[in-house]
């Protein structure tokens, strides 16, 4: 029920591309919905969130589908650029006392030049 | 000015050795957290403080206490370290009270030998 599962797991996209990556959830409590980008050696730092009582948020090439009912929220990184290749992580907050935050497993994304 | 420090950067040490992990923010933030990030890249909570107060537990042997001194500091001591110890430890911080992101270090490599 705490679960975020994230698809794919890796993803290779040409430069100037779309990348979409997806993720899925159970618990219905969720009311928060970041995604981190992490590059090798740092920490991972906030892209861009969403709450579910928006279905889309654009923030530059950056975009969040969110699918409330049917438990869904993807990212979409129009004009994909070689600098833009790192690990993306999904996640949802649970907002009890504990806001807890469960991550989603990462996808591996490679733009090429 | 670095939001979320933490020192050291690597840290090698052999299996049974004792060693602690520093982390310190200046966000102004109440809630702060240990994270674990494995070769696999998957992050998993450890830890949460909150105002200095333990509040998430997960599951974590209790080789491993935080200690938080403040609610700007939490550190990670580690007693008896083994193999399966190493692995990439983050700490973050975020405002108490509401689902808001999470704002991570740059990590802590750990390698046990």
């Known amino acids: 029920q705490q679960q975020v599962k994230q698809s794919p797991q890796s993803l290779i996209v040409q430069k100037g591309g779309i990348s979409i990556i997806n993720c899925a959830y159970e618990?219905?409590?969720?009311?928060?919905f970041p995604w981190y980008q992490q590059f090798p050696g740092k920490g991972p730092a906030l892209l861009i969130a969403?709450?579910?009582?928006?279905s889309e948020k654009k923030e530059g090439r950056f975009t969040i589908s969110f699918n409330k009912s049917a438990k869904q929220f993807s990212l979409h990184i129009m004009d994909s650029q070689p600098g833009d290749s790192a690990t993306y992580f999904c996640?949802?907050?649970?907002?009890?006392?504990?806001?807890?935050?469960?991550f989603g497993t990462g996808t591996r994304l490679k733009v090429l030049a | 000015d670095t939001a979320v420090s933490q020192t050291p950067k690597y840290l090698v040490t052999q299996m049974g050795n004792d060693k602690s992990i520093k982390c310190e923010q200046n966000?102004?933030?109440?809630?702060m957290y240990w994270y674990k990030q494995d070769s696999k890249k998957f992050l998993k909570i450890m830890f949460s403080?909150?105002?200095?107060?333990?509040?998430i537990n997960e599951t974590v042997p209790n080789r491993f206490s935080p200690k938080s001194p403040d609610k700007a500091h939490l550190n990670l001591h580690i007693n008896s370290l083994e193999l399966g110890d190493s692995a990439v430890y983050f700490c973050?911080?975020?405002?108490?009270?509401?689902?808001?992101?999470?704002?991570f270090g740059n990590g802590t490599r750990l390698t046990v030998t």
């Open positions: 973050a911080s975020k405002k108490q009270g509401e689902s808001s992101p999470l704002h």
């Open positions: 996640a949802a907050s649970i907002p009890s006392g504990t806001y807890k935050y469960i």
């Open positions: 403080y909150n105002n200095k107060e333990l509040i």
């Open positions: 969403i709450r579910p009582d928006v």
């Open positions: 966000l102004g933030h109440d809630t």
């Open positions: 618990n219905t409590a969720f009311d928060y």
